[in-house]
């Protein structure tokens, strides 16, 4: 399976899905699908921990965003410019940015998968809100949350911290419906904030 691995390129452990956050098969488009033209633009990674610093620059065609990702010149190592592509979701009152990798670059053999982050935007600033990873492996074990997911066969997340998700895009709505509001369900990482050049 293909994983977004270094989504963005930065560190962290994502909650992946199967399917979009966003439905597909309507017959006509999601109508929660938005359109905001102040994510579009140059967006410079405020992580002052990190030695490598990124620009994110935002694309759009209509409603889908072409994301990519560009390494400082300082850069060491093996870092790359990346893409993906993103749709962007009113949920309530959550704009919310399903992100997966560009379809021409996913192999014949690998699995396309999303993540998808709250936005929250303010003077200039783009912050980038993940699902927290441990706190959904939590839930699901308690059965606080009920969500169709991947186990392996040794039982769920004992080899790598990321969760994959096979619900439904109707699914996946209902749950950030349910816990968009909730700060340890949606964790803030200094290492997905941006300013706008």
Known sequence: MLALAGLFVLPGCWVYSVEPLYEENLGHPDPDLTFDQTLVGSWLNMDTDNDCLWTLVVAAEQQVYELTMVPASNCKGEEKTTRYEGHLLKLD?????????????????????????????????????????????????????????????????????????????????????????????????????????
């Open 93 to 197: 009152k959550h704009l919310l940015l399903d992100v997966a990798p560009n379809s021409a670059d996913v192999c014949d053999l690998c699995l396309r998968r999303h993540t998808f982050f709250l936005i929250s935007q303010e003077n200039h600033t783009l912050a980038l809100i993940p699902v927290n990873d441990d706190w959904l492996n939590a839930a699901i074990a308690q059965k606080k949350v009920t969500l169709a997911h991947l186990v392996d066969d040794r039982g769920m997340r004992e080899v790598t911290n990321d969760v994959t998700l096979t619900a439904s895009s109707r699914d996946l709505k209902a749950f950030v419906r349910r816990y968009a509001n909730d700060k340890v369900a949606f964790k803030p990482d200094s290492a997905l904030v941006f300013k706008k050049k």
